[in-house]
């Protein structure tokens, strides 16, 4: 039925986890194609292995397209952000998350918790891992949290 459509833009959400291919047939049928996404994160899964870029939308950006840089996230704190930051924008990412003060994990300033389970053991399950003692320690915490809240 859409093979015989034309459409005057085609707008692409997640554009680096779509292949090349799939990309690049859908421009076909467009004058305008707008791929919106960010070439740091992930990239389409293949079920072999591919050299070079792996999405139309990084190939485009290499190749120097003109494309914005949108520098500011609103989606975690910014404790959370600092690595991803550091690690894949050169610290050109701002925050601009804001916190709501009545919603604070188990009463505290921080967006972490950390929880040492010693006795944990990681047992694989088909092609997973899976760790009871963690398991039997979140339901308690999920179980603490459901009593004071």
Not at 3 to 21: G, L, S
Not at 48 to 68: C, E, N, W, Y
Not at 110 to 133: A, R, Y
Request: proline residues 5%; glycine residues 6%; charged residues 25%.
């Amino acid at each position: 039925m859409l093979r015989e459509r034309e459409f005057k833009r085609i707008v692409m959400d997640e554009a680096t986890m779509i292949k090349e291919n799939e990309a690049f047939l859908s421009a076909t049928s467009a004058e305008q194609l707008v791929l919106v996404g960010d070439q740091k994160q992930l990239g389409p899964t293949f079920e072999f292995k591919v050299t070079g870029p792996t999405s139309m939308f990084s190939r485009l950006i290499q190749a120097g397209h003109p494309h914005d840089f949108l520098n500011t996230q609103y989606r975690m704190h910014e404790s959370l952000m600092q690595v991803p930051n550091l690690l894949f924008y050169n610290n050109l990412i701002k925050c601009g998350y804001q916190g709501n003060p009545w919603k604070k994990f188990m009463y505290s300033n921080s967006p972490f918790l950390f929880i040492d389970v010693p006795s944990g053991k990681e047992q694989l399950k088909g092609t997973s891992f899976c760790n009871h003692e963690e398991v039997d320690v979140i339901v308690k915490l999920k179980d603490y949290c459901l009593d004071i809240f």
